[in-house]
């Protein structure tokens, strides 16, 4: 959809503090770059790469492109309940996991070159990749026992499986030769990639099933007992922990994509509305500011935040914010609820809950600079 046939949004530009505001007020209005219709797009996965994207939405992947919305190729996949989750290796494959499977593809023309059945299985998760190696998390209908797989990513085939002990376990993180997964019963657990072994094991607090992120020899997570938690990648050692008994600790939170790690600064989103900055080194926070109840997790780029949420009238707002400080630069205002997918220096990509994907110039929705 393009030209005066394309919807435009409500931006209100916000100078301190975000306030309910009720339709347009003084804000001006933003046109999307471009608009698609999309079956599911609410809980689509989108993974950009050299000017693709590639979605998983309803049943079906996807590769639009990035700078127009043009579909390149569809190709539907099976047993999809949601979206499928969707990782790439750059000119290798598009590698999506549905409720029960996964699945390799072409990156060029979309064709399935392999699909793997977790066997029993009630829930895949989004695979990750490294060192020639694809690795899944599932849990299994029949003993409730969680696992994590290493599949070639040239094949499909098992190269090794390991339960986790717990009956669920978050999805996988991959750096340094180590895959870190936390499991209910066990804690986070850091796997040898090459054989599966277990290398070191930290008890935790709490439940989550959000995916730890991997930086600087440290792995990030939050649980749902209001904790955020920061391990030596090396060790398992705790370096830190971030907690509040008021429940206002960022935490609480299942989203897989419910934390960003950006210039030595963690972004989290809480059940309790806000979006926090923790500082990384430490756990003490750099700022919070409110942005109703979230939906889908931040991503950051070029000193901006963005997150998206639905504000005190239930309206769907894309929020971007000043990566430093936290002010909210403008929202973008939508009848129902939306998901930040992807963003880069040049543009905003958007799932709103109307079945709509969209993407917004990045220029446009931090005036007068993130």
Same mark, same amino acid.
Do not use: C, K
């Given at each position: 959809m393009s030209g005066d046939g394309m919807r435009a949004r409500c931006v209100l530009p916000v100078l301190l503090v975000l306030t309910a505001m009720a339709g347009c007020g003084g804000g001006t209005m933003a046109r999307p770059l471009w608009s698609v219709p999309m079956q599911r797009s609410g809980d689509a996965h989108t993974v950009a790469v050299d000017g693709i994207l590639y979605v998983g939405a309803g049943g079906t992947v996807k590769a639009l492109r990035a700078g127009s919305g043009t579909t390149v190729w569809i190709t539907p996949v099976t047993n999809a309940v949601g979206s499928p989750a969707i990782r790439v290796t750059p000119g290798k494959a598009v590698f999506a996991s549905t409720m029960h499977n996964t699945y390799?593809?072409?990156?060029?023309?979309?064709?399935?070159?392999? +699909?793997? +059945?977790?066997?029993?299985?009630?829930?895949?998760?989004?695979?990750?990749?490294?060192?020639?190696?694809?690795?899944?998390?599932? +849990?299994?209908?029949?003993?409730?026992?969680? +696992?994590?797989?290493? &599949?070639?990513?040239?094949?499909?085939?098992?190269?090794?499986?390991?339960? /986790?002990? !717990?009956?669920?376990?978050?999805?996988?993180?991959?750096?340094? !030769?180590?895959?870190?997964?936390?499991?209910?019963?066990? !804690?986070?657990?850091?796997?040898d990639a090459?054989?599966?072994?277990?290398?070191?094991?930290?008890?935790?607090?709490?439940?989550?099933?959000?995916?730890?992120?991997?930086?600087?020899?440290?792995?990030?997570?939050? /649980?749902?007992?209001? #904790?955020?938690?920061? &391990?030596?990648?090396?060790?398992?050692?705790? #370096?830190?922990?971030?907690?509040?008994? /008021?429940?206002?600790?960022?935490?609480? #939170?299942?989203?897989?994509?419910?934390?960003? &790690?950006?210039?030595?600064?963690l972004y989290l989103v809480s059940n309790d509305r806000h979006l926090y900055a923790l500082r990384a080194a430490d756990g003490s926070m750099r700022w919070r500011a409110a942005i109703g109840q979230p939906y889908g997790g931040p991503a950051v780029a070029d000193g901006t935040v963005y997150q998206g949420g639905v504000d005190t009238e239930e309206r769907g707002t894309l929020y971007a914010l000043n990566a430093h400080t936290g002010v909210v630069l403008s929202s973008v205002t939508e009848g129902r609820g939306m998901e930040v997918q992807v963003v880069d220096r040049a543009a905003v990509y958007v799932a709103w809950y109307d079945e709509q994907f969209e993407a917004y110039s990045a220029s446009s929705l931090r005036p007068g600079g993130g």
């Open positions: 390799a593809l072409d990156p060029t023309h979309g064709r399935i070159l392999w +699909t793997w +059945t977790g066997p029993g299985s009630d829930y895949v998760s989004r695979p990750s990749t490294e060192g020639g190696l694809v690795y899944v998390s599932i +849990t299994q209908n029949a003993d409730h026992v969680a +696992t994590v797989y290493a &599949l070639d990513s040239t094949t499909g085939a098992v190269r090794w499986a390991r339960d /986790t002990g !717990g009956y669920y376990t978050s999805e996988v993180a991959v750096a340094g !030769g180590r895959v870190y997964v936390r499991s209910a019963d066990r !804690g986070m657990l850091a796997l090459a054989s599966g072994e277990t290398v070191w094991s930290t008890p935790t607090t709490g439940e989550s099933s959000s995916p730890p992120v991997v930086a600087g020899g440290t792995v990030y997570f939050s /649980t749902d007992d209001y #904790r955020v938690w920061a &391990l030596d990648a090396r060790t398992g050692a705790v #370096r830190w922990t971030a907690s509040d008994s /008021t429940g206002t600790t960022p935490a609480g #939170r299942d989203d897989p994509e419910a934390m960003a &790690l950006a210039e030595g600064t």
